[in-house]
């Protein structure tokens, strides 16, 4: 039973279309997260929900939008996809940075 | 600009041997240090961590030192297994939910058997 789970794995999309990513944790952290591994490899985090709440907004285009409709889902839609899009999302929860995050095995967004 | 650095990009060991892969980082209120091991196709798996307020924390064959002063971390894994052979992130943060976690750029290790 897949403790992070985000959906769909992989995703190929043409500019300007809007998609969505959803993640699901079963977990019962309290706190979510969407990171973007680049084309570096680096991990950089987008957002963090804490019990719905939006804690952490990184300076990503408003064009990403995060949704957490309980504390169980955090999703990302992002609309008008660009070129530079394409990365690895990453969802995450935890029960406090103390105990690391859980991650998901992640979304390869591919925008031609 | 790169807050938590990891200088070698990869790390060949041999299987036995012991691994020892550095992180060094700019932030002196990261108070919590971590590593992450990840495979192909899948997420970065938690490994180990340590608090600022100790120099050293081991679990069964990884042990994560710190040196607070020279701002520098090392993982070191004994003795190394072609199973350990992944990409290890370190990172770096607050205690709180309300910090952001930074991680590395990772390196990527290989244990030839």
């Known amino acids: 039973d897949t403790a992070v789970s985000q959906t769909p794995k992989y995703l190929v999309t043409q500019m300007g279309n809007d998609k969505s990513i959803k993640c699901e944790q079963n977990?019962?952290?309290?706190?979510m997260y969407w990171y973007k591994q680049d084309s570096k490899k680096f991990l950089k985090i987008m957002f963090s929900?804490?019990?719905?709440?939006?804690?952490i907004n990184e300076t990503v285009p408003n064009r990403f939008s995060p949704k957490s409709p309980d504390k169980a889902h955090l999703n990302l839609h992002i609309n008008s996809l660009e070129l530079g899009d394409s990365a690895v999302y990453f969802c995450a929860s935890s029960q406090g940075d103390l105990y690391g995050y859980t991650f998901g095995s992640g979304t390869r967004l591919t925008v031609v | 600009d790169q807050q938590v650095k990891q200088n070698s990009p990869s790390l060949s060991v041999q299987e036995g041997r012991i691994s020892i892969l550095n992180c060094d980082y700019t932030n002196s209120m990261f108070d919590y240090f971590l590593w992450y091991k990840k495979y192909p196709a899948e997420g970065p798996t938690f490994l180990i961590s340590?608090?600022?307020?100790?120099d050293k924390n081991e679990d069964g064959r990884f042990t994560v030192f710190l040196n607070k002063s020279a701002k520098h971390l090392s993982l070191h894994i004994v003795p190394s297994q072609p199973g350990d052979s992944a990409v290890y992130f370190c990172?770096?943060?607050?205690?709180?939910?309300?910090?952001?976690?930074?991680f590395g750029p990772g390196t990527s290790l290989s244990v030839i058997p």
């Open positions: 340590i608090s600022s307020i100790k």
């Open positions: 977990l019962g952290h309290d706190t």
């Open positions: 929900y804490n019990n719905k709440e939006l804690i």
């Open positions: 990172a770096a943060s607050g205690t709180t939910s309300y910090d952001k976690v930074i």
